[in-house]
C-alpha cells in the first residue's frame, strides 16, 4: 500500500532555536520540513541542518509556488515570533504546532497554534498554552497554568500549579515558579531564580528568591 506524502512546512528561522523546531517538526512525523527562512541576508543560501535558507524577501513566493501552506514561527525573541506570526497569518498560511514526540502532554491541557513543545518538555492536565508559547527541553508546566501567548518556558524550568505566565513573558533556564504565582506581562525571570511571589508586567527579576531588579541598575 503507497503512503501517502506529509504535507511540507516551512520553518521561519535559521537559528539555533530554529534548529530545534525542526527537529521537533521532523520527529513527530506530522509534517515534512522543506526549508529554512531567514530576515537576515548573512543567513540567505546557507544550510539549516540539511535544509536550504531562503530569505524572506523571495521565500513566500517560493513556498507559495511549491504549494506549501504551513509555517512555524522559529525565533525565540516575543516580539519578533508575534510580529512573523501575525505576517504569516496575514498571508493565509497555516501556523502549526511542533510536539516532540518525546514531550509529555496531557490530552487535557489546550495548546494554540505556533507552538513548541520540546524534548521532555512536560505540560499538564487543565493547562493552557497561547499562541506561539514555547515549553523548551525539559521545561515542567504543571496543572492548571495559563501560559500567555509568545511566553517562553526555558530548558529546565519548572512552572507551578494554577500559576499565569503573562503574554511574552520569559521564564529562563532553570528556573523556578512558586505554584499560583502571577508574573505579568514581557517579564524576564532569570536562570536559576526561584519566584515566591507575583511579579510585575515589564520587569526582570532574578535571585533566590527572586527580585526585581531596580529602574536603572546594570
Known amino acids: 500500500m503507497t503512503t501517502a506524502p506529509l504535507p511540507e512546512v516551512f520553518i521561519y528561522g535559521a537559528g539555533g532555536h530554529a534548529r530545534v523546531v525542526a527537529d ?22 546557507a544550510t539549516l541542518d540539511g535544509l536550504p ?39 493565509g498560511l497555516t501556523l502549526i504546532t511542533a ?22 518538555g512536560i505540560v499538564h492536565a487543565g493547562t493552557t498554552l497561547g499562541e506561539g508559547a514555547i515549553v523548551n527541553t525539559g521545561a515542567i508546566v504543571e496543572h492548571d497554568c495559563v501560559i500567555g501567548a509568545f511566553a517562553h518556558i526555558a530548558p529546565g524550568a519548572v512552572v507551578g500549579g494554577h500559576a499565569r505566565i503573562g503574554a511574552a513573558g520569559w521564564i529562563g533556564i532553570g528556573a523556578t515558579v512558586k505554584d499560583r504565582i502571577a508574573i505579568g506581562e514581557r517579564t524576564v525571570i532569570g536562570a536559576g531564580a526561584v519566584v515566591v511571589r507575583d511579579m510585575p508586567a515589564d520587569a526582570v527579576a532574578y535571585g533566590n528568591p527572586a527580585r526585581v531588579k531596580p529602574a536603572g541598575t546594570p
Open 53 to 91: 535558507v531562503l530569505h524572506s524577501a523571495d521565500a513566500l513566493e517560493a513556498m507559495r509556488d511549491r504549494g506549501v501552506r504551513a509555517a512555524i514561527v522559529a525565533i525565540g525573541q516575543a516580539e519578533a515570533r508575534a510580529a512573523v506570526s501575525a505576517r504569516l497569518d496575514q498571508a
Open 99 to 120: 510536539i516532540h514526540p518525546r514531550a509529555c502532554v496531557s490530552p487535557n491541557a489546550t495548546i494554540a497554534r505556533g507552538c513548541l513543545v520540546g524534548a521532555g
Open 24 to 45: 521537533a517538526v521532523a520527529a513527530a512525523g506530522q509534517y515534512r520540513p522543506v526549508a529554512a527562512v531567514t530576515d537576515i541576508a548573512e543567513q540567505a543560501g
